[in-house]
């Protein structure tokens, strides 16, 4: 009897405790991809506060340190190709993230798909940091 007192705490204590999830550490958290790719180079910050991401920034840059989504003219081109431009689409990204707290679920963009397969890895990197609190820069291994 006693032992199946104890497993019932056990239970009970994982279930309100969270045993199976590992909260994520206040703090700022950063992945990049290991390459760059048409000359650029995508990465995810996210802000952590109370095992909660309250902000995150995914863009790309250039050898420079130069942001995709401020180039009007990649954006012009893009936007005639494919119907969405680095601005529009790295927000939507970043929103969903914010809402879903998971890579799970996330949409992809008509337009962005590239962008949004890194987007995943990306955010699963940045999760994983935040769960051991480490800052360190992750590098997100490109697909070649």
């Known amino acids: 009897m006693k032992k199946i007192i104890c497993m019932g705490l056990i239970c009970v204590m994982c279930l309100l405790g969270g045993c199976s999830s590992q909260k994520m550490k206040d703090g700022f958290y950063t992945a990049e991809m290991s390459d760059f790719s048409h000359g ?5 910050c996210i802000m952590v506060k109370n095992d ?16 995709k989504a401020w180039d009007n003219a990649y954006m012009e081109r ?5 119907g969405t431009y680095p ?4 927000r939507a990204y970043v929103a969903q993230l914010i809402e879903k707290q998971t890579s799970g679920g996330i949409d992809g963009v008509s337009g962005a798909s590239s962008s949004g397969g890194n987007f995943l890895k990306l955010t699963d990197a940045v999760i994983e940091q935040a769960k051991k609190g480490d800052s360190c820069i992750t590098i997100v291994q490109s697909e070649e």
Do not use: Q, R
């Not at 601005?87 to 790295?90: C, F, K, M, V």
């Open 40 to 44: 650029w180079k995508e990465y995810l």
């Open 52 to 67: 909660t991401i309250v902000y995150a920034e995914f863009n790309a840059k250039d050898e420079s340190g130069y942001i």
């Open 78 to 82: 893009m936007s005639s190709v494919s």
């Open 87 to 90: 601005n529009e689409y790295t």
